[in-house]
């Protein structure tokens, strides 16, 4: 496509339940990454794919948190047993390679209640 | 120490002024270098990057490199207020992730 689209745009859920994001990188972008950014906060690193691997997994949390990257394209974020802490926006982000710059899409806004 | 380090700000330059951001990181063997403007409510967009020691110019944008300073900046040349938005500086290893700092919130007054 001709952006980074990421899916919902808006999550609300209840603490203790699952949740799962998508983002949909552009056509051709072989490095997928995965964001998240706290209100008034920094970007915070999470997990990286180079195709459908992730040779850099270190950002996540907890093990509650995992993801996955099918067909060097579409990748899913899954949160298990949300908690509060977990509020944030999620933030999906493609490259063509590791010396380009990253196209961001318009991110996810999880909120758990 | 922060990996990449930059003044939060808030910066306030007149309409017209130019505007420096400056951003130290720690890591040697950093390789590429890159700035995004975010708006608030909205994702950051890239607006520069730069690999070489020196100067990149992009219209009113000029990025600056010194790598034994470890050190790279942005300049804006007849600011305007729309570019009032939080800058980013992020720095990318051989290992393929960015690292951000936590941006400079910049504000231009009309």
């Known amino acids: 496509g001709a952006g980074v689209s990421q899916s919902p745009s808006n999550k609300v859920t209840e603490k203790g339940k699952d949740v799962e994001l998508r983002c949909d990188p552009i056509?051709?972008?072989?490095?997928l990454y995965w964001y998240r950014q706290s209100l008034g906060q920094g970007l915070e690193f999470l997990i990286y794919f180079q195709g459908n691997s992730a040779p850099d997994k270190s950002g996540l949390p907890s093990d509650r948190f995992s993801a996955e990257r099918t067909g060097g394209s579409v990748s899913t974020l899954t949160i298990q047993r949300t908690q509060q802490e977990d509020s944030a926006v999620y933030l999906c982000?493609?490259?063509?390679?590791?010396?380009?710059?990253?196209?961001f899409g318009s991110g996810t806004r999880l909120t758990v209640v | 120490q922060k990996e990449v380090e930059q003044n939060s700000g808030p910066l306030s330059v007149p309409e017209g002024a130019i505007a420096s951001l400056n951003c130290t990181y720690s890591?040697?063997?950093?390789?590429?270098f890159f700035w995004y403007r975010q708006y608030s409510g909205k994702s950051p967009e890239l607006i520069m990057s730069?690999?070489?020691?020196g100067d990149k110019e992009d219209g009113r944008f000029t990025a600056q490199l010194n790598k034994a300073s470890q050190y790279v900046s942005l300049l804006i040349r007849d600011s305007q207020p729309s570019d009032s938005a939080t800058y980013l500086c992020a720095v990318r290893t051989n290992a393929g992730k960015s690292t951000f700092g936590d941006g400079t919130t910049l504000t231009v007054k009309p």
């Open positions: 890591d040697r063997v950093s390789q590429s």
């Open positions: 056509s051709g972008h072989t490095a």
């Open positions: 982000a493609s490259s063509r390679g590791q010396n380009y710059g990253y196209t």
């Open positions: 730069i690999y070489s020691n």
